[in-house]
């Protein structure tokens, strides 16, 4: 099993630029594809971004392409979603979440899943 705690979450304006981390606790990191995820209040969970095992490949949703990187460092245990020209529709809580096989879009394929980090975009 792997705990995942996010981190970097914060208020900030239209048009600037956040990185948000996930910290993984746990067995053999290395076996787990992480992907990243957003949920508005009262809206469905989005998938944002998924990397795979070691990190050579990544693929994004529609909604975030081109405005988002996600990175992985498996010797530090972390995964990174960097975010630029935000928008307040990327207003939501942010969660990461590790799977075994590579469904990155598929909320039901992952296992783990951590509380979450609120992102606020201003206007």
């Known amino acids: 099993q792997v705990e995942l705690v996010e981190s970097g979450g914060g208020l900030v304006q239209a048009g600037e630029s956040l990185r948000l981390s996930c910290k993984a606790s746990g067995r053999s990191f290395t076996s787990y594809v992480v992907g990243w995820f957003r949920q508005a209040p009262g809206k469905e969970r989005e998938f944002v971004a998924a990397?795979?095992?070691?990190?050579?490949?990544?693929y994004y949703g529609e909604s975030v392409q081109g405005r988002v990187t996600i990175s992985r460092d498996n010797a530090n245990r972390t995964v990174d979603l960097q975010m630029t020209s935000l928008k307040p529709e990327d207003t939501a809580v942010y969660f990461c979440?590790?799977?075994?096989?590579?469904?990155?879009?598929?909320?039901?394929?992952?296992?783990?899943w951590g509380q979450g980090t609120q992102v606020t975009v201003s206007s």
């Open positions: 979440a590790a799977g075994t096989r590579w469904y990155p879009t598929d909320l039901s394929r992952y296992d783990y």
């Open positions: 990397v795979t095992w070691s990190g050579n490949n990544a």
